[in-house]
């Protein structure tokens, strides 16, 4: 299957989902400037004069190539959200390019902002997400988990903890249109053991119910 045709696919799925999380905007576009230096601070990103903007502003090119994956997960996002492409401030739509090495895993994270739908259009990928905690505490946090063969399609709802393991002995490739402009990452090993400060070794002893140098062994890896 054409690799165009998955990401014609992807976007025009992602575009249902498109005001999810932000909110609708008032005119047909607003190109983002870069607000790095800005003194004001707005949902989003500051609008480019109308009368400047160019058909580049809604363009980007790249995602043909794949990420470097010689990293200790083995896998590459590659993103194309408003702050690699300024036309898509305010709607409320991006997109990311995902390369796993043989048993390569995007580790559990979660989009605060952003249901998420992937393709795989190579390669062979056991996904799934957990949902957040039950109503009744005697009941368990549930797995969703599929594996996903090329022009294969899962969703991932908004703000719910997910991953992508690569099962396969070669690489695998996938696309994914999120329902944000900036969707956001978090990724649950780094948030958790990496966070600068760190978070107290007590808290993560109670939390996880393990010995404290079980702890910081893991804040050692981040």
């Known amino acids: 299957m054409a690799i165009g045709f998955l990401l014609f696919t992807i976007l025009a799925l992602a575009s249902s989902l498109a005001y999810a999380s932000d909110p609708s905007p008032l005119q047909d576009f607003c190109v983002a400037v870069n607000d790095s230096k800005a003194t004001v601070f707005v949902n989003g990103k500051i609008c480019k004069d109308p009368k400047m903007v160019t058909a580049d502003d809604f363009f980007f090119s790249g995602l043909n190539k794949a990420g470097n994956t010689s990293n200790p997960v083995g896998s590459k996002v590659t993103p194309v959200n408003v702050n690699q492409l300024a036309g898509l401030n305010t709607l409320g739509i991006s997109l990311v390019r995902i390369d796993y090495a043989p048993y390569g895993l995007n580790p559990p994270h979660t989009h605060p902002r952003a249901t998420?739908?992937?393709?795989?259009?190579?390669?062979?990928?056991?996904?799934?997400?957990?949902?957040?905690?039950?109503?009744?505490?005697?009941?368990?946090?549930?797995?969703?988990?599929?594996?996903?063969?090329?022009?294969?399609?899962?969703?991932?709802?908004?703000?719910?903890?997910h991953f992508q393991f690569n099962v396969g002995k070669t690489k695998a490739v996938a696309f994914a249109g999120l329902s944000s402009q900036n969707p956001g990452v978090i990724t649950i090993a780094n948030a958790v053991f990496g966070s600068n400060p760190p978070i107290s070794s007590d808290v993560l002893t109670k939390a996880f119910q393990v010995d404290k140098n079980v702890i910081k062994y893991l804040q050692g890896q981040f």
Not at 118 to 138: H, K
């Open 116 to 161: 998420e739908i992937l393709v795989v259009v190579q390669g062979t990928l056991y996904v799934g997400f957990v949902t957040s905690n039950p109503a009744n505490p005697n009941m368990k946090n549930k797995l969703f988990t599929k594996t996903l063969y090329p022009g294969d399609v899962f969703v991932f709802p908004e703000g719910l903890i």
